[in-house]
C-alpha cells in the first residue's frame, strides 16, 4: 500500500483550515441575520470568498501533490510543494479575512500558481520521459 505522508498532512491541515472559514461565514450570518447570500455585508462577502477560493484550489493542490508524492518524486520536491500550497492558502485566507490591500494575498496566489507549475511540468516529465 501507497503511504503518501506528506499528501496526508497537508490534506488533514487543510481539513483543519476548513472548520474556521466555515465558522467565520457561520457567526457574521447569524450577526447580520442572513440565511443566502452576504446581505450586502462587505465583511460577509469577503469571508464567503475566503472559503470559496479555499475549495476552488485545495482539491486540484492536493491531487497534484499526491501524484507528485505517488510518482516518486525527490522528499525535498515534494515537503517544498506542500508548504507552498499550505502557506500560499494561510497566506490568502489572511488577506482576504484581514487586510484591505491585496499584497498578501497577491503573494499567496503567486506562490500557490507557481507550485502548480512546477507540478504540473514534473508530472508531465515523470511520464513522458
Known sequence: MM?????SLIAGLFAL???????????????VRTVFGDA?????RRRIRALGNFTEYVPLALIVLG??????APSLLVW???IA???????????????????LRA???LV???AFIISGVWLVFSVLK
Open 3 to 7: 503511504s503518501l505522508q506528506v499528501t
Open 17 to 31: 483550515m476548513v472548520v474556521p472559514l466555515s465558522f467565520l461565514i457561520t457567526i457574521r450570518r447569524f450577526k
Open 40 to 44: 450586502g455585508d462587505k465583511i460577509l
Open 67 to 72: 501524484l507528485v508524492e505517488g510518482q516518486g
Open 80 to 82: 517544498s510543494l506542500g
Open 85 to 103: 500550497f499550505l502557506a500560499s492558502r494561510i497566506a490568502h485566507a489572511v488577506g482576504m479575512l484581514y487586510s484591505t490591500t491585496p499584497p
Open 107 to 109: 503573494i499567496g496566489m
Open 112 to 114: 500557490q500558481h507557481t
